[in-house]
């Protein structure tokens, strides 16, 4: 199995400040036959199921602010929150699907300094 | 609106049987695949099991592999989960994910709780 690492387990960002989350994959998610990188990435709020953010490791869901993205390639994967606003306290998950058999990463707490 | 809806899940005791249920509506259901993610209080996420539009491909977790069985019916537009031989370690919210191809997955329900307790 694919294992996903993110970094770190958790993060305080003052409001209006960059947040950014790491994500490392143990094998590469990239395929070279049609040049896209299997990775997405999630947001997930208390009591609620996770909420698709990026996809293909850079493309942002419909309706998702562009304060948040995706960048990266091979096994080293960011998402930046460019702009922390209070409705971003969540906890985030990298995923490969590179994989049918899905591995997400462990989490990442994002709070508000 | 695309919407999933699960149900099944309460407290069972170790060993025990359930059927998970996730009832599908405002998408052609048999155009997608179907995943199972769970999440144990307090944790992460664990993908737990996928079957393909025509239940032609089937995959599951090692952590649950002969002892649960994913299963749809079209026709229902349903997804199910029976899980046997429940352990303590199977207590977790449940998802159904509707898959964009096998790829990622933007449809979520909202999960049903399976409790594995005495």
């Known amino acids: 199995d694919i294992v996903m690492i993110q970094s770190p387990d958790s993060l305080a960002v003052s409001l209006g400040e960059r947040a950014t989350i790491d994500c490392k994959s143990s094998q590469s998610v990239f395929y070279s036959s049609n040049n896209k990188t299997y990775l997405a990435w999630y947001q997930q709020k208390p009591g609620q199921p996770p909420k698709l953010l990026i996809y293909w490791a850079s493309t942002r869901d419909s309706g998702v602010p562009d304060r948040f993205s995706g960048s990266g390639s091979g096994t080293a994967f960011t998402l930046t929150i460019s702009s922390l606003q209070a409705e971003d306290v969540a906890v985030y998950y990298c995923q490969q699907y590179y994989s049918t058999l899905w591995t997400f990463g462990q989490g990442t707490k994002v709070e508000i300094k | 609106e695309v919407r999933l809806v699960e149900s099944g899940g309460t407290l069972v005791q170790p060993g025990g049987s359930l059927r998970l249920s996730c009832t599908a509506s405002g998408f052609i259901f048999s155009s997608y695949s179907m995943y199972w993610v769970r999440q144990a209080p307090g944790k992460g996420l664990e993908w737990v099991s996928f079957?393909?539009?025509?239940?032609?491909?089937?995959y599951y977790a090692d952590s649950v592999k002969g002892r649960f069985t994913i299963s749809r019916d079209n026709a229902k537009k349903s997804l199910y989960l029976q899980m046997d031989s429940l352990r303590a370690e199977d207590t977790a919210v449940y998802y159904c994910?509707?898959?964009?191809?096998?790829?990622?997955?933007?449809?979520w329900g909202q999960g049903t709780l399976v409790t594995v307790s005495s």
């Open positions: 079957v393909s539009r025509i239940s032609d491909t089937i």
């Open positions: 994910a509707r898959g964009e191809g096998s790829y990622w997955s933007k449809y």
